[in-house]
């Protein structure tokens, strides 16, 4: 998760940008093509986007394996805590900002 250009924060819910990295996966990775892909335009004020990776092999671990890949880490993203509470997001040392970026979702 980033900042869009010179923005120094960012408004979003984290269903928001759980929503977003939904849609990438489904349509980016798991598609015909896997090519990974990005959303701009998140949240209030549409300053923040969601950047996901090719899935090369090595790029995306979920343990332990329940099935394949793809349904396992999407069971795994379906977890992510996720609030209609919309958070301010930027760099970590501003003072305002309750999620510092970038930010990196991992299990």
């Known amino acids: 998760v980033y900042l869009i250009g010179t923005a120094e ?3 979003a ?6 929503q ?3 849609l990438i ?3 980016c990775i798991t598609g015909l093509v896997n090519r990974g ?5 998140i949240g209030g004020d549409n300053e923040l986007a969601v ?4 899935n090369f092999p090595g790029n995306v671990q979920c343990l332990p394996r329940a099935g394949p890949p793809a349904s396992t880490c999407y069971s795994i993203m379906n977890t ?4 209609f509470r919309t958070e301010i997001w930027g760099p970590v040392d501003n003072a ?3 999620v510092g970026l970038p930010h990196v979702f991992s299990d």
Request: charged share 15%.
């Open 96 to 98: 305002q900002v309750q």
């Open 20 to 22: 977003a990295a939904g």
């Open 25 to 27: 996966y489904r349509t």
């Open 13 to 18: 819910s984290l269903l928001e940008v759980s």
């Open 37 to 41: 892909g990005f959303a701009l335009d």
């Open 80 to 83: 992510i805590f996720s609030t």
């Open 51 to 54: 950047v996901m990776q090719k």
């Open 9 to 11: 924060q960012a408004h």
